[in-house]
């Protein structure tokens, strides 16, 4: 049966970055987060402050973050081969995966937190915690400006983006609360601020994690109705009827397509001619990779269904 693999350049629009170039902004991203959490810890333990301490730990959550999105832009960047035949472009979505379960994790960590501290509101030296959650305000923005363009073409890298956002607005609140301790020893600011940021990144990452396990679970892609494409291409000129339709994003650029197309007769050179036809069509609505196989009214599939298989 005649198989098509048409991969046209003219999807590729969406990399704007230098792969290279965008490896090096995440590592720098990287190494500035590690030495960031070791002045956070070291700041912690002489101020007393439980917050700074906290914010450490997601500081490096942070940093292990990226590094699996820095692994994940070069894993995914390989060749298909023999074991892997379909390549390795959904590790990225693995990545982004890892990281928005870690993300919810550590937001229900820091609401148990928030509440334990409305409880008992800890004593602070607020100085310290104003200084180094200033420190760590500052790296977190620069590591949000790094990964910021790479964010918008990668599922991958912008689950590590949210990651440091959410880290600077978790130090721009330790600072509020230190400012207020030092001014007011308004010390029940803190926890409540820590709640805030818990429901903040919680609702980021939740709606965020949906479309990665949608592609995950080999979804039909956003803002496509399988049954209207199904519908088209049983339209098109010299098309008996279509089933077995499988549609799915290959890597969040990449989208594939697989389907048996119904012709009647089986006069080859007018088979194929029909098999252009849908091929073109389907190029055209932007499937990167498209599967035919062409049958023969008399010996199509029976009862088959027009979706799945």
């Known amino acids: 049966m005649p198989h098509d693999h048409a991969h046209h350049g003219h999807h590729h629009h969406h990399h704007h970055v230098d792969p290279e170039a ?13 030495l960031l959490t070791v002045a ?19 500081n490096f959550s942070d940093a292990i973050s990226l590094m699996i999105a820095f692994f994940a832009r070069k894993i995914a960047r390989r060749p298909a081969n023999a074991g892997m035949t379909f390549g390795y472009g959904r590790a990225e979505m693995v990545a982004a995966l890892i990281n928005y ?13 928030g509440i334990a501290r409305m409880i008992d509101p800890p004593q602070i030296a607020g100085w310290t ?50 400012v207020l301790v030092i001014l007011y020893d308004w010390r029940w600011v803190d926890p409540v601020i820590t709640l805030l940021i818990a429901a903040y990144i919680l609702w980021l990452a939740a709606k965020e994690i949906v479309p990665v396990i949608r592609d995950l ?8 109705d399988a049954n209207d ?5 049983s339209g098109l000129d010299g098309v008996d009827g279509v089933h077995h339709l ?10 594939a397509v697989q389907v048996h197309v119904v012709v009647a007769g089986a006069d080859w050179p007018a088979v194929a001619q029909v098999r252009d036809r849908v091929r073109a069509m ?13 049958e023969a009214s008399e010996w199509a599939c029976v009862d088959a269904p027009v979706i799945g298989h």
Request: charged residues 10%; negative net charge.
């Open 22 to 34: 965008g490896d090096r902004q995440v590592a720098i991203a990287v190494g500035i987060n590690m």
């Open 40 to 58: 956070q810890i070291i700041g912690g333990v002489f101020s007393g402050s439980i917050a700074l301490i906290a914010d450490a730990v997601h």
């Open 101 to 113: 379960t870690t993300l919810i994790v550590i937001s229900l960590y820091l609401a148990w937190e």
């Open 129 to 178: 915690v104003v200084i180094v959650a200033g420190l760590a305000l500052v790296i977190d923005l620069a590591t949000a400006l790094l990964t910021l363009r790479l964010s918008k073409e990668s599922a991958n890298i912008r689950a590590a983006f949210i990651h440091n956002l959410s880290d600077a607005l978790g130090s721009l609140a330790v600072i509020v609360g230190g």
């Open 217 to 224: 679970m080999l979804a039909t892609p956003a803002g496509l």
């Open 229 to 233: 494409l199904a519908g088209q291409i």
């Open 246 to 255: 499988h549609v799915w994003q290959m890597t969040e650029q990449k989208r």
């Open 282 to 294: 389907l190029t055209g609505q932007g499937f990167d990779h498209v599967t035919l196989e062409m």
